[in-house]
């Protein structure tokens, strides 16, 4: 192993290793370190399956990131002959007067991304698996669809790997505060490693690791998610029949069913405050009953079909919803990427890209994901 790093990356989620992936491209010597492995099944990356979609109403930044990480996650997907993007498309479902929905329109027309609307009358021609109760209309994104999260995760590893990256199992402990600038990292094996850029991509854990700074900056919240099995022999529930949707006023989203997993559903709203190393990972009774009657009620043909698989995993929200990408405040060579809040994995491609930049002087900060926008109160504006 060197004896030095232009930079070591900590964390090897979807941000983490795209950063690093970005780096070495860029030329640099990156060593990424991650305390169990690539999206284990407590990093917020874990899951199976995470929305690809460019609607964020007003928020255009995310719009134009997410087209932009859509496309590399293609290349990256092309390069390893692995296709882990399902393009299912994404139907957003709102009540009257939704003004997201318009400002989406409007974002998605100025960005040429392919979008249709259909009144009620119309879903309910396209979509009869479905109750549209509540419902005025719909914008469809035919080109959006789900990363297969979890082995995306591995697929960018493996493709850091093959840029020179070097990827080791290590716990990295929290740095010590008191200085201008940070020598170096230790293990939790008391492994000193120097380089001249740290980046903590650490997702749920940057609290933990920063506790003055961070500590009441970036909150994890529980998040439960449900697959219901499908009828014997009904396609109605699985692509090209039924799209990803989300129900904008019920806060619930989910997807059709892919790999024969089932439907997927989970409620956007936000769960209760939890420690990403020791919350529990099994669903709850209330979550149960909830998700039972969500789907009673949206996808009747499968009110009577068994749950299937669950999993709970956490966002790692910020004040507003805006990501968390700057420098130290302190330390001006440790830097921090996180804060995806429920809705970061499909931007690990952007957040590579821009990340990388930052650190070697190539793009300016975004004022949006600066820590001084980070406020100790929730107030969630971006979804
Ligand atoms: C249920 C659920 C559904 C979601 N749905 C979507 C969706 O549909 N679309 C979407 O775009 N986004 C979605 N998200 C959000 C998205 O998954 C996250 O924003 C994103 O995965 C965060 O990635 P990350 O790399 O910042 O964090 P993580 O994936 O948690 O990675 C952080 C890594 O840092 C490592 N680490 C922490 N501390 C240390 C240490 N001291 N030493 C070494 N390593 C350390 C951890 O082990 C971990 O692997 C969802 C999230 C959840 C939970």
């Not at 990363?147 to 995760?153: D, I």
Request: aromatic content about 10%; glycine content about 8%; proline content about 6%.
């Amino acid at each position: 192993m060197p004896s030095t790093f232009d930079t070591v990356v900590i964390g090897a989620g979807v941000f983490g290793s795209w950063i690093a992936l970005d780096l070495a491209k860029r030329g640099q010597c990156v060593l990424l370190l991650e305390a169990y492995g690539p999206a284990h099944s407590r990093a917020s990356s874990g899951g199976e399956s995470r929305i690809i979609r460019m609607s964020y109403g007003p928020d255009e930044i995310y719009t134009r990131w997410s087209q932009n990480s859509l496309r590399q996650w293609k290349e990256l997907f092309a390069a390893t002959g692995e296709n882990l993007f399902h393009r299912t498309g994404v139907l957003w479902l709102s009540s009257e007067n939704d003004a997201t929905l318009s400002a989406s329109h409007t974002v998605l027309s100025r960005n040429g991304i392919h979008h249709q609307f259909f009144e009620r009358s119309e879903l309910e021609r396209l979509y009869p698996q479905v109750n549209f109760d509540h419902v005025s209309r719909g914008l469809l994104e035919p080109e959006s669809g789900v990363l297969f999260a979890r082995r995306a995760v591995a697929a960018t590893v493996q493709a850091a790997t093959r840029h020179g990256v070097r990827f080791q199992i290590a716990q990295v402990q929290s740095p010590r505060e008191s200085q201008t600038a940070l020598p170096f990292i230790e293990t939790s094996a008391a492994e000193r490693i120097s380089a001249s850029n740290f980046v903590f991509a650490c997702g749920p854990w940057l609290g933990k690791l920063f506790p003055e700074i961070l500590g009441s900056r970036i909150f994890p919240t529980r998040q439960e998610v449900f697959f219901f099995a499908t009828p014997p022999g009904d396609t109605r529930f699985a692509p090209p029949a039924l799209p990803t949707w989300l129900f904008q006023s019920d806060e619930v989203y989910g997807m059709p069913d892919l790999e024969s997993r089932g439907l997927k559903i989970a409620r956007d709203t936000h769960g209760a405050l939890i420690d990403p190393d020791t919350q529990s990972r099994l669903v709850s009774t209330e979550g149960t009953a909830w998700a039972r009657d969500f789907v009673a009620r949206r996808f009747p043909a499968l009110a009577h079909c068994p749950i299937v698989e669950t999993r709970v995993c956490q966002y790692e929200n910020t004040s507003n919803g805006d990501f968390l990408i700057a420098r130290h405040p302190e330390l001006s060579n440790v830097w921090f990427a996180g804060g995806g809040s429920g809705h970061g994995f499909k931007h690990g491609p952007a957040v590579g890209e821009h990340t990388a930049a930052l650190i070697l002087g190539e793009a300016a900060p975004e004022p949006r994901f600066a820590l001084a926008t980070k406020a100790t109160q929730q107030n969630r504006t971006v979804h």
